[in-house]
């Protein structure tokens, strides 16, 4: 498998230039996870599992540190909308 190439959020993949796209497809995305962990599925998986544990973290940390006011009532999910 081929490395993934060198695209930077915003930039359309050449074959979709004119596009009005800010992010690769979802297939796309899906392998350059693999090709970062070389083809490991485990260490991809394992990997995106702590961003997702990391994230939380900060959501519950900014939660907590933010008034009522400031998010006009808004107040944070930590679960997504089922697809």
Do not use: F
């Not at 190439?5 to 359309?12: D, H, I, R, V, Y």
């Not at 796309?28 to 995106?48: F, G, M």
Request: include cysteine.
């Amino acid at each position: 498998m081929q490395p993934a190439s060198n695209l930077e959020p915003g930039q359309a993949r050449p074959e979709h230039a004119g596009a009005d796209q800010a992010w690769p497809d979802q297939a796309w995305e899906v392998e350059a996870v693999l090709a970062w962990h070389d083809d490991n599925a485990k260490a991809a998986i394992r990997s995106l599992l702590d961003d997702c544990k990391h994230l939380r973290q900060q959501l519950a940390l900014a939660e907590s540190v933010m008034s009522r006011g400031m998010a006009r009532g808004w107040a944070p999910r930590y679960e997504r909308d089922a697809l």
